[in-house]
């Protein structure tokens, strides 16, 4: 369980919590950082116990000073302008004088989940990002991103602190960037012009129990909570419950922050009932009461289509259900799809290449939902009705914003009669009576479905080229 990394991490902030040294900051507070704008940005760190620590900032005239505690741990709060691209900076004085510079107020987002999250604009090892050479050579137009990532670390207690640094946006640094959070991340700082600080605390592989505290495991679930039993099973330990959390998660939750955006579900495919979308949201609500800045937006991706060793079977489909009813049972949640994100030869690759659309999309949604952009099209089309008249099924949509992609050779309706076996549907868009499907093997329709399979990409979208989320209208 990576004893060697834990000891050497514990061993370090044994030697924090009780150095005779000046002032130490949490890695998360640090040069080139970018702090919530218009807040109370937390502050933290250690020193010796009793201790004042002074700390001044250049934006303001306010002094602010807090002492330690009997563990040499402090925090403070300091209040933050309207973002700028101005460069700051901020001392703290406990007798010795530390300054850290290049610091930027704008908007700092969480970028949390499992590995299509974590992975990065230079892609991983056979799992190409699209216009890699593209991306890197406009690397440096973005002054106004920034990134800190936290190293992947599992504790069976929670940690304070993570061997981490921020990072600006340069050619150089941006293939090293989660590529879904730094396409979110350009769009928002080009369309604001204002600084986007993500911060990345993610693991590939990881299940939604992996960030759960050890109190929701043992309230909601039957992951047991004692080291040698988590091991015993669950043998690939990014499986592993509550130690992602402790170790990976826990040393950012001090940090101010506008949001989370989380991109995970593959490892959870399979869960029964509706056990997937009743865990994230006790996790949204966890993850709410531990940063303490009330209901935060969360705005979460689609799991994209995969074969899971049977592209006809709908194991995929289901999970991609909950996440819908996960974004109707959240508060302040927000979903966007991915059925149009991968490629027909990708049906093996768990790591689509197209992360530009999903970073863009999750932009789109904050963009419109949380900063006022009202004339952007961010929401995409959803099932609403259906209305079956002799052979034919008429089904409408919402969120089509004035339009759907095409009339003709619609792809990815099926439907089925009394005898539950579906049957591609043709399928045709007549804009005053919806959807019109139809198939020569079903003169009596029951329901009808849309891209419900593992792997199986439509090509239905609305007037913003947002695609239509997958969806069926039996109880099967």
């Not at 990394?5 to 970018?34: E, F, K, P, Q, W």
């Not at 137009?141 to 600006?168: C, E, F, Q, Y």
């Not at 089309?381 to 095409?406: A, C, E, H, W």
């Not at 005898?419 to 399928?427: E, F």
């Amino acid at each position: 369980m990576k004893k060697n990394i834990l000891l050497t991490l514990s061993l370090a902030l044994a030697a924090v919590y009780n150095s005779d040294a000046a002032v130490r900051l949490s890695h998360l507070i640090g040069d080139n950082m970018v702090l919530q704008q218009q807040s109370e940005a937390s502050l933290w760190g250690w020193d010796k116990p009793g201790k004042e620590v002074k700390v001044s900032v250049s934006w303001s005239k306010d002094k602010y000073s807090v002492k330690t505690g009997s563990d040499g741990k402090w925090l403070i709060k300091v209040k933050t302008p309207a973002a700028s691209m101005e460069a700051q900076s901020i001392t703290f004085d406990d007798g010795d004088k530390t300054t850290l510079h290049d610091i930027l107020i704008g908007e700092v987002w969480v970028c949390a989940g499992q590995s299509n999250m974590e992975m990065p604009v230079r892609g991983f090892d056979n799992c190409p990002v699209d216009n890699y050479n593209k991306e890197v050579l406009d690397g440096n137009n973005h002054p106004g991103v920034r990134s800190i990532k936290i190293p992947s670390v599992m504790s069976m207690t929670p940690l304070d602190d993570a061997d981490a640094a921020w990072r600006k946006c340069t050619m150089a640094t941006m293939g090293d960037f989660s590529a879904t959070g730094y396409f979110f991340a350009r769009v928002v700082s080009d369309a604001l012009g204002i600084p986007v600080g993500l911060i990345e605390a993610n693991k590939g592989g990881t299940r939604v129990e992996s960030w759960m505290t050890a109190e929701n495991l043992k309230k909601y679930t039957d992951d047991p909570l004692d080291s040698m039993e988590i091991v015993k099973k669950y043998s690939w330990d990014y499986h592993r419950p509550l130690l992602w959390g402790n170790g990976t998660f826990n040393p950012i939750l001090n940090y101010t922050v506008k949001g989370i955006l989380f991109y995970q579900g593959c490892s959870n495919v399979g869960n029964p009932g509706n056990q997937y979308s009743e865990n994230l949201a006790r996790l949204v609500e966890q993850w709410r009461q531990q940063f303490g800045q009330g209901d935060i937006p969360f705005y979460f991706v689609e799991i994209a289509p995969y074969y899971y060793d049977n592209e006809e079977a709908d194991w995929g489909a289901r999970l991609r259900e909950q996440q819908q009813r996960a974004s109707q049972i959240i508060p302040n949640a927000q979903i966007v799809g991915t059925n149009d994100c991968v490629y027909p030869y990708e049906k093996q690759q768990i790591h689509p290449a197209q992360k530009q659309k999903v970073g863009e999309r999750l932009a789109f949604k904050a963009l419109k939902h949380l900063y006022g952009m009202s004339s952007l099209i961010a929401d995409a089309p959803t099932y609403k009705s259906m209305d079956i008249k002799g052979d034919s099924v008429f089904v409408q949509l919402d969120n089509l914003n004035g339009g759907i992609s095409r009339y003709e050779d619609i792809q990815g309706f099926e439907i089925c009669g009394a005898d539950k076996v579906y049957h591609k549907a043709n399928a045709i868009y007549y804009w005053t009576k919806g959807i019109i499907l139809t198939s020569p093997e079903v003169k009596e329709p029951k329901n009808v479905r849309y891209c419900f399979k593992n792997f199986q990409i439509g090509n239905v979208a609305n007037q913003g080229g947002l695609p239509l989320f997958p969806f069926r209208t039996d109880d099967y």
